[in-house]
């Protein structure tokens, strides 16, 4: 507070008889001391007293060397000025973008465990960048629910097929799990709907979807007794429901393929789903109704 009492500052005290005085580098008629304060100034003032020197120093070399030349006198390879500033340039910039993805990417390990910050998405997916060529042949081991390891051969695997989900570990990404993505299935094909947790994930007015290949609930609208792939006995018009559906998801702004989910064959002598009460069923989704995440009736069981 003492700037207030005495706005003029203090008057300057006469140097004492050991202390130095030294050009003020803001002008050269005045003298100042070494104190802490004036440090940073003089200091800077002899680093460009010392540029100065070193360009003079050179430019004096460089008139040599041109007089050589002129006289044909051999001489060395033109020495470049030792204070010019260098530009960052295109590798600069680049070293810039590597130091800054390492530093995020050590950042994610630590703050979240994963190097990508739990980013699973299509984009961080080696098939994305890399298509596999046709009539590729693999084998793939896969348990499915019924604890039975199999081998399947697969002909013209495409670039977007993505993983391959037992109908088990599909279910581990029903929303439960925070730090997994949300995932459902339609007559085969895996999305990523985790952008509309609130809509698929627990609580949500369509979490039944959730974690399953339910393809025959989105044609009949029987959300808790047909959360399954099997579409036999419908009819076309709700076969073409159901590929309808296939293309909402597939041409989705926020939601994108994963994968496939690979089904136990279906027992032909199997007896095909019953048609659901219909004063338990509901309308099909709209499209509004998913995008929006609105609420419908919620399912009864069947049968009661």
Not at 119 to 140: A, M, N, Q
Not at 238 to 255: G, I, N, P
Request: glycine share 6%; with cysteine.
């Amino acid at each position: 507070m003492s700037w207030i009492l005495n706005p003029s500052g203090d008057v300057p005290r006469p140097p004492g008889p050991t202390e130095e005085l030294v050009e003020d580098p803001t002008d050269p008629s005045r003298k100042v001391r070494r104190k802490a304060a004036n440090q940073p100034f003089l200091a800077y003032k002899e680093y460009r007293q010392k540029q100065e020197q070193e360009h003079q120093a050179w430019l004096l070399r460089k008139k040599e060397r041109e007089e050589k030349l002129s006289r044909g006198e051999p001489v060395g390879p033109e020495e470049r000025d030792p204070t010019a500033e260098e530009e960052v340039g295109l590798l600069g910039l680049l070293k810039f973008i590597v130091y800054l993805l390492l530093i995020i990417v050590l950042a994610g390990k630590f703050f979240t465990g994963s190097f990508l910050w739990e980013y699973d998405g299509k984009w961080v997916r080696l098939k994305t960048y890399l298509p596999v060529s046709d009539e590729l042949w693999f084998r793939i081991r896969i348990e499915l629910d019924s604890d039975v390891l199999v081998t399947r051969r697969w002909e013209n695997v495409q670039e977007n097929n993505g993983r391959l989900f037992s109908e088990s570990y599909l279910a581990t990404f029903d929303g439960r799990d925070e730090n997994k993505p949300v995932y459902l299935a339609i007559d085969g094909d895996v999305y990523d709907v985790s952008s509309n947790r609130r809509t698929y994930g627990p609580g949500g007015p369509y979490r039944h979807m959730a974690g399953v290949d339910a393809a025959r609930s989105f044609a009949t609208g029987c959300f808790a007794t047909h959360r399954t792939h099997d579409l036999r006995g419908l009819s076309e018009e709700q076969l073409q429901s159901v590929r309808h559906w296939k293309r909402f998801f597939a041409d989705h702004k926020t939601y994108f393929k994963v994968g496939r989910v690979l089904h136990p064959p279906i027992d032909p002598e199997s007896p095909i789903p019953e048609p659901c009460d219909p004063s338990n069923a509901h309308a099909q989704p709209t499209e509004k109704d998913l995008k929006r995440g609105r609420k419908v009736p919620e399912p009864k069981a069947f049968g009661t």
